[in-house]
């Protein structure tokens, strides 16, 4: 089993960027294809983006595209989702998520992933 934290998020002017990070702890993160969702207040959540366990493949929403970059650093057990030029619209809780695999895929369906951080809010003013 692995825990995921989120941290990073708060509150950014319309324009201004944040970056946040999911720390790992228990088994082996570098088996994981980790995942990023957002959820804002009576919305469903919906994917960000995602990237597989060597960082070599990632994949983003159509939302995100231009604007936010994945990458994680498996030596510190961190995922990472950067995210510029942001807008109102991209207010939300944001969560990490991990799916164990050995295969370098991603995976864009919330229901693919195994285990789930608590969540970090990223507000973002007009």
């Known amino acids: 089993q692995v825990q995921l934290a989120e941290s990073g998020g708060g509150l950014v002017q319309a324009g201004g960027s944040l970056r946040l990070s999911c720390a790992a702890s228990g088994r082996t993160f570098s088996r994981y294809s980790m995942g990023w969702f957002r959820q804002a207040p009576g919305k469903e959540r919906e994917f960000v983006g995602a990237i597989s366990w060597s960082g070599a493949s990632t994949d983003y929403a159509d939302s995100g595209k231009g604007r936010f970059t994945i990458s994680r650093d498996n030596a510190k057990n961190t995922v990472y989702l950067q995210m510029n030029s942001l807008k109102p619209e991209d207010t939300a809780v944001y969560y990490c998520?991990?799916?164990?695999?050995?295969?370098?895929?991603?995976?864009?369906?919330?229901?693919?992933?195994?285990?789930w951080g608590q969540g970090t809010q990223v507000t973002v003013s007009s």
């Open positions: 998520a991990a799916r164990e695999t050995s295969y370098g895929f991603t995976f864009t369906r919330a229901s693919a992933y195994d285990y």
